[in-house]
C-alpha cells in the first residue's frame, strides 16, 4: 500500500491558484492510497492535526473539498478530519458497478494510511449510504456515524422526489446519457455563479454565505471534472436498492436534517431513526444545503462511545 503526500488544502476549498473570478485551481495535490487492484482513493485532512479522528463523507455528487466546511469547527473541537474523494468522485479511481457493502475496502486503507484505528463518521446527503455500510459491515471502525441531510436506503423512503427518480432510472437503464447530462452542469457551473449549483440543494441560493457558496460550486465541479463514474453509479442505487439493513447497523447513529428538505423529506429520516437500533434525530427548519451549515459546530460535540 503506498501513498504521496502533498501540501493540505486550503480551508476555504480553493488553492492557490484560485483567481478573483473564482475558478478553482488544482496545484495542491491531495494525499493518495492505493486499494484494491490498481485503484487509488484521494483525501485532505482539515481540522485539528492532532486531534480526535473522523471521516466526513461527502455527497453525490461531491468531492473531498466539501470538508472545508468542516474545518473551523473540527479545529475548534480538537477534530481531526479525513475527507476522501469517494471512489469515482475527484481524484479517485473509477469503481464502476460498486455497491455500498465495498465500503471497507477503500475506506479501512485510508485509516490504516492516516494511522487510524477507529474514527468517528460524519456523512452528508448520499454519503449516507456508505456510512450506514460500514456501520453494519464494520462497526469496530466506527465510534459513532453522524448523519446530515442524509438519505435514506429506498427500502426506507417512502416517496422518492420525481428528479431523483428519473436520475437514477437513466443510471440504471441509460449511464452515458446521464454522464452526459451531467458533463452538460459542469459546463454550465464553470460558466455560471454558484447559483446554477446551488439550485441543487437550496430554495434559497441568495441565502447562503458567499464563501460557503463558492466552496459548494468548486466542490460540485471537483466532484465531476475527471468522471462522471461515482454520481453514475451511485445515483442508480435508487431504482435497486442499497443492500444496507438499517436494523444491522451496530453503532450510535445521529441524524441531523432539515424539516423543509425537499431533496430527503424529514419523514423518511424519522422512518429511518425507527428502523436503527441505536438512534436519535434533531429536526431543523432548514433545507438539504443550509441544515448542514447551520450543524457544523454542533456534529462534533457528541461524545464516542467508551
Known amino acids: 500500500m503506498t501513498h504521496s503526500t502533498a501540501a493540505r488544502e486550503r480551508t476555504d476549498g480553493t488553492d492557490t491558484a484560485s483567481s478573483e473570478s ?43 473539498r466539501l ?16 475527507a476522501p474523494d469517494r471512489p469515482g468522485f475527484g481524484r479517485s479511481t473509477d469503481w464502476p458497478e460498486r ?22 463518521v460524519v456523512a452528508f446527503s448520499g454519503g449516507a449510504a456508505d456510512a450506514l455500510a460500514l456501520g453494519s459491515e464494520r462497526p469496530d471502525l466506527v465510534d459513532r456515524l453522524g448523519l446530515v441531510s442524509g438519505a435514506v436506503p429506498p427500502s426506507v423512503a417512502e416517496a422518492t422526489p420525481r428528479l431523483q427518480r428519473l436520475l437514477g432510472r437513466l443510471g440504471a437503464t441509460t449511464p452515458r446519457l446521464l454522464g452526459a447530462a451531467l458533463r452538460a452542469q459542469v459546463r454550465l457551473a464553470e460558466r455560471a ?8 440543494y437550496t430554495d434559497d441560493p441568495a441565502d447562503i454565505p458567499a464563501d460557503a457558496a463558492e466552496l459548494v460550486r468548486a466542490d460540485f465541479l471537483e466532484a465531476l ?14 431504482g435497486d436498492g442499497w443492500g ?9 447513529v445521529h441524524l441531523w436534517h432539515g424539516s423543509d428538505d425537499a431533496n430527503v423529506p424529514v419523514e423518511d429520516a424519522e422512518r429511518l431513526r425507527d428502523r436503527l437500533p441505536d438512534a436519535e434525530l434533531t429536526a431543523l427548519g432548514g433545507d438539504h444545503l443550509t441544515t448542514l451549515l447551520a450543524v457544523r459546530s454542533r456534529v462534533f460535540d457528541i461524545a464516542p462511545r467508551d
Do not use: K
Open 22 to 64: 473564482g475558478e478553482t485551481g488544482a496545484d495542491e495535490e491531495p494525499r493518495t492510497v492505493e486499494y484494491g487492484t490498481g485503484r487509488e482513493l484521494a483525501y485532505a485532512e482539515y481540522g485539528a492535526p492532532d486531534g480526535a479522528p473522523a471521516v466526513f463523507l461527502h455527497g453525490t455528487p461531491g468531492s473531498r
Open 244 to 252: 444496507v439493513s438499517p436494523a444491522d447497523v451496530g453503532v450510535p
Open 225 to 238: 471534472d475527471r468522471s462522471r463514474d461515482g454520481a453514475v453509479t451511485e445515483l442508480a442505487w435508487a
Open 193 to 200: 455563479g454558484p447559483s446554477a449549483v446551488l439550485a441543487q
Open 67 to 82: 470538508g472545508a466546511l468542516l474545518d473551523d469547527a473540527a479545529r475548534e473541537g480538537g477534530v481531526r478530519l479525513l
Open 99 to 120: 455497491r455500498p457493502a465495498g465500503v471497507t475496502v477503500w475506506l479501512e486503507p485510508l485509516l490504516a494510511d492516516a494511522g487510524v484505528e477507529r474514527a468517528r
